[in-house]
């Protein structure tokens, strides 16, 4: 890990200089953004490393006691390369979640740390990953919607299975039914270590092939927290990927696009692998400048820290200063190593693109999606949500979430609408940016959200309210009763 944070230091300091494609340039991008080896290179594993001699009685005896998940594994790289269940399952008896069966130490839980123990490498990068951190997430941030609004036995089926749980181990070594079965992406295992690395890699055929096509990531990334499945799929490149999926080569050793495919881009194509001289990356989120699931989306800089961590900071902060500390979401103080900003991000992302398009043509669509971006902010999201500051700050709202609809409308109005128009501008699919996305959030705001809000604030809503949208040319033609009105669906002579 030490020595990933070294050579992308090293790379930093190369470079103090502008920004272009220059080999140069790329050549530092690749050792900052990303580690290891270029996707060409195989990592090799040390056979020291498996081949538990217990192996074979857990096969012949599960071959009958679950025989459908010992099948699984016979037709796994795993079995081909000789590791069997204990080189997997096998656990100290001072692990908390050690059991002992047939004769052998062994835990349910193969956790990411266990799979690293060959796959250095992997676990390096999805520990450092947003994913590793999407049960903090949850934990500090909603407690609010998945408890109240729902109740505990819905987060547990939901919420939890996706972002993960923080699995309980009993007495016994067993585990506890609240927290377990869940392989959510997030998940706190009994181990410390962070996620599941079959929310991707079904088990127990951990196959590549199979991770890289988009349905390993829809479970998760569909619906109103991340609604890239229905998005992608509405894209020209799901239509492509549909009709062309023979051309995807996915089961190849190597998966770079521009060399071993050029049908189309998956979502693992643009947010993890390897795209010309770009190697791939378990780290999901590397590529990515905004913050498109908030309220107010920011440009976010990615701070890598000395003791090894990472953090987003959004650009309108100060830049941290190589060698100043900076207090962790956990509240420990780190120094800052290295700083790598949102353009730098973007021409990552932008590597990918060029392997199939244009230069031009791919800084004309980011330019397109960035102006999405800014106008949802600009017109909605920074109105409504000064709105709601006023109406908390003068008690004209309670400060219990979502027990007033003004709240429901405000949260679909960035979580849900929001969240559609600006996935959809991303990620090509120009029925999700306008009508799914942007035209929902007008209709929410003009609609609802500001009728409700006029009512929480009373006599106060010119002060409270209306001020907020004066000035904001985006909003001018409310109040010109001139501008010609839309036609909606009357004839001529029926409009006034
Ligand atoms: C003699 C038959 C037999 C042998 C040998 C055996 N198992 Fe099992 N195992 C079972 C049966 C039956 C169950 C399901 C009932 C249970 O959970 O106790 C089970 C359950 C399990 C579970 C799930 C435990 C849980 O938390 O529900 C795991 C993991 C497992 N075995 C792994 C192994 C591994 C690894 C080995 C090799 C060391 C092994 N088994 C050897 C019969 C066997
Ligand atoms: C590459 C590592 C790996 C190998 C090899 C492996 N397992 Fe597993 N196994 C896992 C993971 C990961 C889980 C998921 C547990 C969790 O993290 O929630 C699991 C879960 C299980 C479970 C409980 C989950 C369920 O679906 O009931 C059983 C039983 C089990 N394995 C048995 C076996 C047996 C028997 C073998 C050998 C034929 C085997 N495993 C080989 C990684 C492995
Ligand atoms: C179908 C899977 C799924 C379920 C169920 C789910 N989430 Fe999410 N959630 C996601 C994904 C994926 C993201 C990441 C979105 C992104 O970054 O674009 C996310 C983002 C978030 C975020 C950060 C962005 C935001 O919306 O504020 C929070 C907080 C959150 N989820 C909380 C919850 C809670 C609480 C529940 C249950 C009430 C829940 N989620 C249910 C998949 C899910
Ligand atoms: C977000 C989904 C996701 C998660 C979580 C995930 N993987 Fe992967 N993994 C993939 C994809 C996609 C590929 C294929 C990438 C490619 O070929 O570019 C892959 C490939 C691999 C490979 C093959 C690498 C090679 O070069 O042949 C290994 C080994 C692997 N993953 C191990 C792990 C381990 C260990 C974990 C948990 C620490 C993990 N993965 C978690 C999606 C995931
Ligand atoms: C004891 C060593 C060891 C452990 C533990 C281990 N693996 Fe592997 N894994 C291997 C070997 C060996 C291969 C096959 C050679 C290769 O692909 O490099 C492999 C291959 C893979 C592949 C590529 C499969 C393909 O389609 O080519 C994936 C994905 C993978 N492992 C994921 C995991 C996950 C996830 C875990 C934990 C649940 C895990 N491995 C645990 C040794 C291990
Ligand atoms: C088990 C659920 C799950 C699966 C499977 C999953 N994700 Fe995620 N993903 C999440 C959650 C939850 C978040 C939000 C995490 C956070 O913000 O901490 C997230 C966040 C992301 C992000 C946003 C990173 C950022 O910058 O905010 C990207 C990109 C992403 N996932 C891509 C993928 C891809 C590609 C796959 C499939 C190869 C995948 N995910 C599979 C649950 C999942
Ligand atoms: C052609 C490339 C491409 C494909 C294919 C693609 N994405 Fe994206 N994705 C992007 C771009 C570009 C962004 C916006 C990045 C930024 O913020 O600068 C994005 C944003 C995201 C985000 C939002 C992260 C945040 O900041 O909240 C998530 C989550 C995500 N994608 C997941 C997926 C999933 C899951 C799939 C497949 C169903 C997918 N993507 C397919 C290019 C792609
Ligand atoms: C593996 C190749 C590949 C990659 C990588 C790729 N695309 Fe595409 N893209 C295609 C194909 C193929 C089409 C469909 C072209 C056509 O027939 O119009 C397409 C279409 C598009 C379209 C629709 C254009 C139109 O004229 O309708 C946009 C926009 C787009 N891509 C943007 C991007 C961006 C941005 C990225 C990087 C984040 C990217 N693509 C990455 C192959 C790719």
Redesign the pocket.
């Known amino acids: 890990m030490d020595s990933i944070i070294k050579i992308k230091a090293i790379a930093m300091g190369n470079n103090k200089t502008r920004i272009s494609l220059s080999r140069e340039v790329i050549a530092i991008l690749l050792g900052m953004l990303f580690s290891g080896p270029i996707a060409a290179e195989k990592v090799k594993l040390d056979p020291a490393n498996w081949g538990h001699e ?2 074979a ?6 071959a ?3 025989a459908g998940l010992t099948g699984q594994w016979r037709s796994s790289a795993h079995r081909e390369a000789g590791v069997n ?2 080189d ?3 656990a100290e008896r001072s692990d908390p979640d050690a ?1 002992e ?4 130490i ?3 839980i193969v956790s990411p740390r266990d799979c690293g123990r060959c796959h250095t490498k992997e676990f390096e990068e999805q520990q450092g990953s947003v994913h590793a951190e999407a049960f903090a997430l949850i934990e500090t941030r909603l407690p609010a919607l998945a408890d109240n609004v729902g109740g505990p036995a819905m987060r547990i089926a939901s919420c939890d299975q996706c972002h993960g749980s923080r699995v309980k181990v009993l007495g016994d070594g ?2 506890d039914t609240a927290t377990w079965p869940n392989s959510g992406i997030g998940r706190i295992n009994p181990d410390g270590s962070k996620g599941s690395c079959s929310a991707c890699h079904g088990r127990h055929g951990f196959s590549k092939a199979q991770a890289r096509e988009p349905d390993a990531c829809v479970r998760c990334h569909s619906g109103p927290d991340s609604p890239d499945k229905e998005i992608f799929e509405a894209s020209k490149h799901g239509m492509i990927y549909a009709a062309r999926k023979d051309a995807m080569n996915l089961t190849a050793d190597t998966w770079v696009a521009g060399r071993d495919y050029t049908a189309a881009p998956t979502c693992v194509t643009c947010h993890m692998g390897g795209a010309g001289k770009l190697p791939p990356s378990h780290d999901v989120g590397m590529r990515n400048v905004w913050s498109l699931n908030a309220p107010v989306s920011e440009r976010q800089y990615l701070v890598l820290l000395e003791d090894g961590s990472k953090m987003e900071l959004p650009s309108t902060a100060q830049v941290p200063r190589r060698g100043s500390e900076l207090a962790r979401a956990d509240g420990r103080v780190a120094k800052v190593k290295v700083v790598v900003t949102p353009e730098r991000r973007r021409q990552a992302m932008s590597m990918v693109c060029l392997e199939c398009h244009g230069k031009g043509f791919t800084r004309g669509f980011m330019d397109q999606f960035d102006g999405v971006v800014e106008l949802f902010n600009d017109k909605f999201g920074i109105p409504a949500k000064r709105i709601m500051a006023r109406l908390y700050a003068e008690g004209l709202l309670t400060p219990t979430p979502f027990d007033e609809p003004i709240e429901f409308a405000y949260w679909e109005l960035w979580h849900d609408e929001g969240a559609r128009a600006r996935h959809g501008a991303a990620m090509m699919s120009p029925n999700h940016a306008w009508w799914e996305g942007m035209y929902r959030v007008g209709r929410n705001f003009y609609s609802d959200f500001l009728i409700q809000a006029r009512a929480a604030a009373g006599p106060r809503s010119a002060e409270l309210v209306d001020s907020v949208l004066e000035g904001l040319s985006a909003h001018a033609w409310l109040a010109d009763p001139d501008r010609p009105s839309p036609i909606l669906g009357l004839d001529d002579e029926e409009t006034p």
């Open positions: 217990a192996g009685d857990c096969v012949s005896c599960h009958k006691a679950s269940c204990m997997c399952h096998r059991i069966h047939e004769g052998q062994i835990a349910t067993s585990l």
